[in-house]
């Protein structure tokens, strides 16, 4: 037998029943910079990347 108390509609609500009080401030600025940092360390890979593909691509070109 099920074990819940659900009264009238209250299961298809969209608000929510249980209001969260004990939540952390900061949390989305902390993902936020994560998510940038990691873009920019992205970039300058790519950057780097590419750099040295051009070196070994035309390396032999440029020293003559």
Do not use: Y
């Not at 009080?21 to 940092?37: A, D």
């Not at 920019?40 to 440029?62: K, M, R, S, T, Y």
């Amino acid at each position: 037998m099920s074990q819940h108390n659900i009264i009238g509609s209250e299961a298809f609500d969209r608000s929510p029943f249980v209001i969260i009080r004990s939540v952390k401030t900061g949390g989305m600025r902390r993902r936020q910079t994560r998510t940038v940092f990691a873009f920019v360390a992205g970039a300058c890979a790519a950057v780097v990347g590419g750099v040295v593909a051009a070196i070994v691509a035309f390396g032999p070109g440029l020293g003559g």
